[in-house]
């Protein structure tokens, strides 16, 4: 059954409206290829159109100059609201990605979380006072809102992505302009229902949360724009590039959260079965749509062949089908050409010598005919030398290199550009400690992987970005500090005579 989704879904200003022009766009469920509805494409007017909306809205200051409480009661009712509508929304997003209905579910719950968390953070900051050394002057930093924020999307988590941006950018009082992907723009669409209700019933300006629907044009637009204080993104390596080179040109500042290729280390006196189990997960969670996919697995050797068969072996179990489908394990990849990416790189692996272990090819099923579907994949035999270690696939596809030592493997965990996140297993403390240590990474997990929770920073070493989502550091992000001084009783100080 096709979801109910409004055709003129760009909100600029208060409404909900078509592109100017005209354009449209037609979604597709990535599991079997059918429409599921046509949404609004912007234009470059549109977007201009929702800008200045925001920028009017932040200049007139009814929400940037709220009280922090009437801010944090929006993000509160909107949280609610997520709850009320958890089924709809998740049925909704695993239409629109083609992950299972249990990680959408927890998406439903992390995106809420979110909201909350935020929305009690910003109620406990009040600045703080500085110590002037003198007894007529008082001084005290306090934090303000940025402005004009940008907020840009990938197709892989559009729900929570949005989310970890709108939340903190809103709760510290700025006015957005929000774009998710071309590919995945449903549950962004329902969120901006649920939350211009409640921006409504706060009496924020018309203006204040802005959604525009498109592909790069629209973004790039976005980045472009001299209006725009901040631009906040999510999504590949290289158009993070492009989005900071084009924020250059009015000195915007940047977040960027740009993805990683993920070292998942795995010593030899890990417990096997657990550690395989977790591999698993690390790897092919969302068919490895994942920026923090543990898609590079380090073994040490000693137990590395009963690791890598057992590995195999469990990969080749995984269930793929309708992520609406009781059972199903794996959705398939989000579009034929994302696909067609992954699996030249799997050819060029091969190519390259890796050996394949397990998958490496499209499921036989007649039913997973339609969709975008690739079997988990296993590689061994690999080594940093391979474009398949080194860049990151962004699917189903798991590599394995093998180490010696614990120098050897915190350097070859750390050579990559990225520095997302990573994992360490070993029952020895002091060792997870000293390897924990020395990564590169933004994230480490000890025998683990993928946890989070919204009270701790998210982010990037190197060139998997720049700045911080979630956790305190996440809401500084969309605000500028101010000091302000204040002497008390001034008299003149006579520095150049009378
Ligand atoms: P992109 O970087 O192309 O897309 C991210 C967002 O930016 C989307 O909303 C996209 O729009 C938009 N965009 C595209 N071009 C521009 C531009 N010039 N200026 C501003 N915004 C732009 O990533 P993809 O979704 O295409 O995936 C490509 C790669 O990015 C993946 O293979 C993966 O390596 C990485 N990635 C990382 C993610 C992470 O969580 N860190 C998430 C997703 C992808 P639209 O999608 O409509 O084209």
Not at 43 to 63: E, I, K, L, M, N
Not at 144 to 160: D, F, H, Q, S
Not at 323 to 342: F, I, N, Q, Y
Request: net charge negative; glycine share 10%; charged share 20%.
């Amino acid at each position: 059954m096709r979801p109910e989704v409004r055709t003129n879904s760009l909100f600029i200003d208060g409404s909900w409206t078509a592109a100017e022009g005209g354009g449209e766009r037609i979604v597709t469920n990535p599991y079997d290829a059918t429409e599921l509805a046509t949404v609004a494409e912007a234009s470059t007017a549109d977007v201009d159109r929702a800008v200045r909306a925001a920028r009017a809205a932040f200049d007139a200051g009814g929400w940037a100059h709220a009280p922090a409480a009437r801010r944090a009661a929006v993000l509160t009712a909107t949280a609610d609201a997520l709850q009320e509508h958890r089924a709809e929304l998740a049925r909704l997003e695993t239409l629109d990605t083609g992950k299972t209905l249990a990680e959408s579910r927890y998406d439903v719950d992390d995106s809420t979380a979110v909201l909350r968390y935020y929305a009690a953070l910003v109620t406990t900051e009040a600045g703080r006072t500085v110590d002037t050394g003198r007894a007529d002057a008082v001084s005290r930093v306090v934090h303000e809102p940025v402005g004009v924020c940008a907020l840009i999307t990938p197709w892989n988590y559009p729900l929570l992505q949005i989310t970890w941006k709108l939340a903190p950018a809103l709760a510290a009082g700025n006015a957005v302009v929000a774009k998710p992907s071309e590919v995945t723009p449903l549950t962004t669409v329902r969120l901006f229902e649920l939350l211009q209700e409640r921006l409504d019933e706060a009496g924020a300006p018309a203006g204040t949360a802005n959604l525009v629907l498109g592909g790069g044009a629209v973004g790039a637009a976005l980045a472009e724009h001299p209006l725009v204080d901040l631009v906040s993104f999510t999504g590949g390596l290289a158009t993070g590039r492009s989005v900071m080179r084009a924020a250059a040109e009015t000195v915007k500042k940047v977040a960027l959260e740009l993805g990683g290729k993920n070292p998942n280390i795995v010593f030899a006196d890990a417990d096997l079965t657990t550690a395989v189990d977790y591999a698993l997960t690390a790897a092919f969670l969302h068919s490895g749509q994942v920026c923090s996919a543990g898609s590079r697995l380090l073994l040490q050797r000693g137990q590395h062949e009963e690791f890598i068969t057992e590995l195999a072996r469990r990969a080749e179990r995984i269930r793929l089908g309708d992520g609406l489908a009781k059972g199903t394990e794996c959705g398939p990849l989000v579009s034929a050409e994302h696909r067609a990416k992954v699996e030249r790189h799997l050819a060029g692996a091969l190519a390259e010598g890796a050996v394949l272990r397990a998958g490496g090819a499209r499921p036989t099923e007649p039913e997973l005919q339609q969709g975008y579907f690739l079997r988990p994949t296993v590689l061994s035999g690999c080594h940093p030398g391979m474009a398949v270690v080194r860049e990151e696939v962004f699917g189903p596809v798991l590599t394995v290199e093998l180490f010696d030592a614990e120098d050897e493997v915190v350097a070859l965990a750390n050579d990559t550009p990225y520095g997302l996140a990573g994992a360490v297993w070993t029952k020895d403390a002091g060792r997870a400690e000293r390897v924990a240590q020395r990564l590169r990474l933004g994230t480490v997990w000890i025998n683990d992987y993928h946890p989070y929770v919204p009270q701790a920073e998210w982010g990037g070493f190197k060139q998997s970005g720049t700045g911080r989502e979630l956790g305190p550091s996440g809401l500084r992000e969309y605000q500028e500090a101010k000091h302000i001084w204040r002497t008390i009783d001034p008299a003149p100080q006579y520095w150049f005579a009378d």
